[in-house]
């Protein structure tokens, strides 16, 4: 089945400063890769996705990039801000047809005033 | 604006206890899953369904198992809770037309 390794598993930015994290997947069918964030005490959320048939996908501060080759895929936050603290997790729905995702083991991100 | 419910915010329970866990979603949405929160493993799936009385297992589906009686609502059961099974749950639906999985609030659940 699919495997998915996330990094780092905590992460502590300036504000203002940009966080990056990484995902790497195991199955070359994948073909979906949301990102789910969670705030202290909340439900996980999507904030941003990509299909593999995209390479780079920008929501304002945040921006997801795909490299199917070496399959891996990243989330970058621009302009961090305090708000933006939160668990972030990546996942990946393999390839089949299913509705299955596989998520990473999340980013405690912190962003220092 | 889509709902996802579960029956309880926190549950403390005995080892051998019996347990269910109610999961109800209001967007007519025809998958349902069931996942397990653990510190540094991430959300791991358990069992997931994707029509009435249909379901299938996840990655880690020992000890628990499912029902789905009615479309709106996904029922995790517990057989015979072990304090292994100490963990946040979470229940999240989506439609069959697009991917975004909505997710409850989640079900902390402590097993004595």
């Known amino acids: 089945g699919e495997n998915v390794e996330q990094h780092p598993s905590t992460l502590s930015v300036q504000e203002g400063d940009s966080a990056v994290i990484k995902c790497t997947y195991s199955d070359s069918a994948s073909n979906y890769f949301p990102w789910y964030k969670q705030e202290l005490g909340k439900r996980p959320q999507l904030i941003i996705d990509?299909?593999?048939?995209?390479g780079e996908k920008k929501d304002q501060r945040i921006a997801v990039t795909l490299n199917k080759t070496a399959k891996h895929f990243s989330l970058h936050i621009t302009e961090t801000q305090p708000e933006d603290s939160a668990v972030y997790f990546c996942?990946?729905?393999?390839?089949?047809?299913?509705?299955?995702?596989?998520f990473g083991t999340g980013t405690q991100l912190k962003v220092e005033l | 604006d889509v709902k996802v419910t579960q029956s309880s915010r926190y549950l403390v329970k005995r080892t051998g206890e019996k347990v269910f866990l109610e999961c109800v979603q209001d967007m007519d949405h025809e998958n349902m899953f069931w996942y397990r929160q653990d510190p540094g493993l991430g959300l791991r799936l358990i069992y997931f369904s994707y029509d009435v009385k249909m379901k299938e297992k996840g990655d880690i589906p020992e000890g628990y198992s499912v029902s789905r009686e009615k479309k709106e609502r996904f029922s995790l059961i517990l057989e015979s809770a072990s304090t292994n099974q100490t963990s946040m749950y979470l229940c999240a639906s989506k439609t069959g037309g697009r991917e975004t999985q909505y997710f409850g609030p989640g079900t902390r659940l402590l097993v004595l």
């Open positions: 996942a990946a729905k393999g390839g089949g047809g299913g509705n299955k995702l596989t």
């Open positions: 990509i299909r593999s048939n995209v």
